[in-house]
């Protein structure tokens, strides 16, 4: 785990908002997307963290709007888990360390990485259908997270 990701382990430290960055580059379809938006991190409970993403898609037929949830919650045994809003398990929180999530026929590999100033999730995505690299930054809003 590379020192700067250390800051990142304890996702409490990361509550509120961000503003979002993120480039898809779609090598099977050749074309690049971009996501701007807003990300807020809010503690619900003991142990748990609502990820909230909202933002607009740019496309060359017009913006589209999109959103996505996700929750961060401690397991008492396994650490910090992102779990999808339905509460199926997405990957463990493990800042500077590779995960993968399998999700067949692809194969989702992530990493998140940085500081508590500015930090990237960053997914390699293969599979019979698919190949791109989604790389999202974070970065404080103004008034800070």
Do not use: N
């Amino acid at each position: 785990m590379s020192v700067s990701s250390l800051a990142l382990v304890d996702p409490t430290e990361l509550v509120g908002a961000w503003v979002l960055s993120r480039i898809v580059d779609d090598r099977l379809a050749g074309v690049e997307h971009r996501i701007d938006g807003l990300l807020e991190l809010s503690a619900t409970g003991p142990g748990l963290i609502r990820w909230q993403e909202s933002g607009r898609w740019h496309q060359p037929t017009g913006d589209v709007d999109v959103r996505r949830e996700l929750r961060l919650e401690l397991d008492e045994d396994a650490g910090w888990w992102v779990r999808f809003e339905d509460g199926r398990d997405f990957h463990p929180w493990a800042p500077g360390e590779q995960v993968v999530h399998p999700c067949s026929p692809d194969t989702y590999r992530g990493l998140v990485a940085g500081t508590p100033e500015r930090w990237t999730v960053r997914w390699d995505v293969s599979g019979p259908d698919k190949d791109y690299t989604m790389t999202t930054v974070l970065s404080p809003c103004a008034d800070g997270p």
